[in-house]
């Protein structure tokens, strides 16, 4: 049974920091790119970072350049993504996602990914 598990959320002050674990299971992790979304109450799904199969190559929307920081441990079937500076704009539901497709523009699509986790809140107060 494929499972991808996000943990790691929480309630944060703007300009702190959290990271968000993604364990997966359940298919080949080494031959899926893994990305991150997030969704805000009203908002649309949207792509927040997508780290490659290979690990090589890591993509970031604009909003999170610079303060979010997206890693894997293949060893561990885990993907992570660290947040700086964390805004109240950065509140959402972070969802990640996996997808055996090859990216390249396509990672902010949803429709790209296969297998979905169920969510993890994450919370900034102003």
């Known amino acids: 049974e494929v499972q991808l598990v996000e943990s790691g959320g929480g309630l944060v002050q703007a300009g702190g920091s959290l990271r968000l674990s993604c364990a997966a299971s359940?298919?080949?992790?080494?031959?899926?790119?893994i990305g991150w979304f997030r969704q805000a109450p009203g908002k649309e799904r949207e792509g927040v970072s997508c780290?490659?199969?290979?690990?090589?190559?890591?993509y970031y929307a604009d909003s999170v350049k610079g303060r979010f920081t997206i890693s894997s441990d293949n060893a561990k079937n885990t993907v992570y993504l660290q947040m700086n500076s964390l805004k109240p704009e950065d509140t959402a539901v972070y969802y990640c996602?996996?997808?055996?497709?090859?990216?390249?523009?396509?990672?902010?699509?949803?429709?790209?990914?296969?297998?979905w986790g169920q969510g993890t809140q994450v919370t900034v107060s102003s």
């Open positions: 996602a996996a997808t055996d497709a090859v990216l390249l523009r396509l990672w902010p699509f949803p429709n790209a990914y296969n297998y």
């Open positions: 359940g298919f080949t992790f080494d031959d899926y790119a």
């Open positions: 780290i490659t199969s290979s690990g090589r190559r890591t």
